[in-house]
């Protein structure tokens, strides 16, 4: 695959992100940290256990930017353990790209969603904490995810 | 230019290569440099004709590789201006480092004590402090950096209030060469002891630990044309003997009793187990073939690349360089970033065209975030580079902005 080809999908997606902004009022915050020294920070508003919005900022890659974009887009309106249960296959599917040429950029799309998914994870156990503390449920959980490329 | 890079380049056979379609234009010298000929057969060499282990059979083949690792540890002593037996022999520069830190650090540092390193430094001589400063409650005294990237004299006092000081000669990032000769007379006016990374500086100019008056000076074999997997911790005679083992085993010991042991002399003291016997050799020969270059042309040629780099690249837009201004307080690297442009985007891309440059943190987070610089990208040159790669590099830079933006 020539170069411009095997950019043209991602750098069509890097300049148009979707949800690259910050979310006020968030139910959930997670901040994600890739090995090269990329950072994310997931933004989800989550109702009634479903996503009702999703969105990201950081200081990223056009790959994790293309996959941070197609990710937050596809999870608004899916339950949390739905969201968790993504796979890369899945994932794979929404970028229109498996990077089988390209492996070295495999952490690249997989970290925006497995801080996203960390961010679900966290919120369930943050809310079955705050039940028997109604006075906290306001605040936003803040967390921190490593790339680990967890169940992904 | 100093050196005849079309001769060298014979040399090397991996620049006959291409990669998707272009001959390979590397430019990471700085991460491995690549390996002539005379290096590979000198490893090979050994392998086919003398493969013996060392210092232990009284057959000729045993007696020949000894000769020869011995012979290549003499040549290595000499390179930096050592005795053979202050130096050590061990898997890269991090175990060096980590030598010190669990041997001589082990031993000296005690609580409410000061170990003093840089902002700059690489993980492999920033983090074995980090632990060990923890571990001993000591306190970790870190000096900090100018935005151009240089350690601003103030700083030095830190240094006089270290029982230990550990600094890198050259920043792999920022290029920055240290006065480190400077910085060790103030540790030994205070009574420390200073240990110089030299994983930037000895494959780059020339390194002489008497006139520098360093107590510890590590680098790495694989950055210098010789083989991965051998590395040189040089220590004063008079510190090592002093020092207990680091790993403990065969080599290291001349009587074993059940109860008690006596450790072998210097260097053997610290090199427990087989050796990497081709790795040494092999850097030997690396070293006779920079010595045949001449260390100066070596550093001449890089400094030319160097300028030529900066003044080639300074007409992308959006680009930024880091590091001193002044080639001459600089080693051979140029690391930059281009604005709205990721690092790894950059040097993926160029993957495209056969370029390799490193993207990233370089192993060395601290001072990106103390200068507030994203992950960056870095091309670092050595004796094969010429102003052509260069040339193409830019070319090159200019297509994928175009595609990029």
């Known amino acids: ?152 | 230019m100093a050196l005849s890079t079309e001769e060298i380049r014979k040399d090397f056979p991996i620049l006959e290569r291409r990669i998707n379609g272009h001959p390979l234009i590397y430019l990471d010298s700085g991460a491995t440099s690549q390996k002539p000929n005379q290096v590979i057969d000198a490893v090979a060499d050994y392998y086919r004709e003398y493969n013996a282990n060392v210092h232990r059979g009284v057959y000729a083949l045993s007696a020949e590789a000894t000769e020869h690792y011995e012979e290549a540890r003499k040549k290595i002593a000499k390179f930096i201006n050592a005795e053979p037996e202050e130096i050590i022999f061990t898997k890269n520069a991090s175990e060096a480092i980590n030598m010190v830190m669990y041997t001589y650090g082990e031993q000296n540092i005690s609580a409410g004590d000061s170990i003093t390193t840089s902002i700059m430094e690489h993980h492999s001589n920033f983090i074995p402090w980090q632990v060990l400063a923890k571990k001993k409650n000591a306190a970790l005294s870190i000096m900090d950096v100018t935005p151009e990237g240089e350690i601003p004299k103030a700083e030095y006092s830190k240094i006089s209030k270290a029982k230990l000081t550990s600094i890198v000669h050259a920043s792999n990032v920022l290029g920055t060469i240290n006065p480190v000769k400077e910085m060790g007379r103030i540790a030994h006016e205070n009574e420390g002891v200073i240990l110089v990374d030299g994983s930037q500086s000895a494959p780059h100019f020339k390194v002489d630990v008497k006139e520098m008056d360093c107590d510890f000076f590590a680098f790495t074999g694989h950055k210098m044309l010789g083989p991965t997997g051998v590395g040189v911790l040089y220590g004063k005679k008079e510190i090592l003997e002093k020092m207990p083992p680091f790993l403990y085993g065969g080599e290291m010991v001349v009587d074993a009793k059940t109860d008690a042991c006596k450790w072998n002399e210097l260097p053997y003291k610290f090199e427990a187990g087989t050796p990497n016997i081709a790795g040494v050799i092999g850097l030997g020969r690396a070293v006779e073939y920079l010595n045949n270059l001449g260390r100066d042309n070596v550093r001449t040629h890089e400094l030319e690349l160097l300028e030529y780099a900066e003044k080639k690249l300074n007409g992308i837009e959006g680009l930024e360089f880091y590091g001193p201004k002044s080639s001459k307080k600089r080693t051979g690297v140029i690391t930059f970033n281009i604005k709205g442009l990721s690092s790894i985007d950059l040097s993926n891309f160029l993957d495209e065209f056969g370029i390799a440059i490193r993207s990233g943190y370089h192993c060395a987070q601290p001072v990106h975030e103390k200068l507030g610089i994203l992950p960056s990208a870095r091309a670092s040159f050595y004796v094969y580079n010429t102003r052509e790669e260069i040339d193409i590099l830019k070319e090159k830079i200019e297509e994928v902005k175009k595609v990029m933006s």
Do not use: W
């Open chain 1, 1 to 152: 695959m020539s170069a411009d080809a095997r950019y043209k999908n991602f750098v069509e997606l890097f300049n148009n992100p979707k949800n690259r902004r910050k979310i006020e009022g968030p139910s959930v915050v997670n901040e994600g940290r890739n090995t090269c020294g990329d950072t994310i920070q997931v933004y989800l508003k989550i109702e009634n256990k479903k996503i009702t919005d999703a969105s990201y900022e950081g200081a990223f890659c056009a790959f994790s930017n293309a996959s941070a974009s197609q990710v937050t887009e596809f999870v608004k309106g899916m339950s949390l353990d739905d969201v968790i249960a993504i796979d890369r296959p899945k994932l794979f599917e929404l970028i229109g790209d498996d990077l089988s040429d390209n492996p070295h950029r495999l952490k690249c799309i997989l970290f925006p969603l497995s801080t996203l998914q960390e961010a679900c994870k966290k919120y369930k156990e943050n809310r079955g904490k705050k039940e028997f503390k109604k006075d906290l449920s306001d605040i936003p959980c803040h967390c921190s995810t490593e790339n680990e490329e967890i169940g992904i």
